[in-house]
């Protein structure tokens, strides 16, 4: 295979982690088939589609963690804190703690989105050079 080929399909293994923006779970499915359908191509491509299915499926965790963090916060906004003989309020309280934390988490969640876009272009562009490109905090599933 020419070199530049083998850089245009690292590139596209990365920048396939975009079909997440259109249908669910598309940023793991997308970039597993493009890197199993190349993989035997070279070493290149095989090293970079790993390091991309890898980062996909260590950053939906990572969110998975987030969100299960956040619901006890977005839950306890709810409830009032007014409770007479045995007698729950349904109440969407957003007091300056309860509407913090809801902000703090889904800023939060908005600067991790926005770094994954960062990181997903940056390593497909190493990728079309032929460089080799590591993402940080990746979990290795597939060695």
Known sequence: MRQNNE???????????FAGFVFPFGSIITPLIVWQTLKDRSAF????????????????????LASIIA???FIRSFFNNSRNNWHYEWDFDLGFDSLFSIIGFTSLVGIIGLIKVA????????ANKGEDY??????KFIK
């Open 7 to 17: 850089n245009t399909n690292a590139f596209l293994i990365h920048i396939s982690a």
């Open 45 to 64: 491509l095989d090293e970079q589609g790993k390091e991309a299915v890898n980062f996909n499926i260590s950053y939906s965790l990572y969110m998975f």
């Open 71 to 73: 619901v006890p916060f």
């Open 119 to 126: 990181l997903i272009i940056l390593a497909a562009i190493r």
């Open 134 to 139: 590591k993402y940080p905090l990746t979990i």
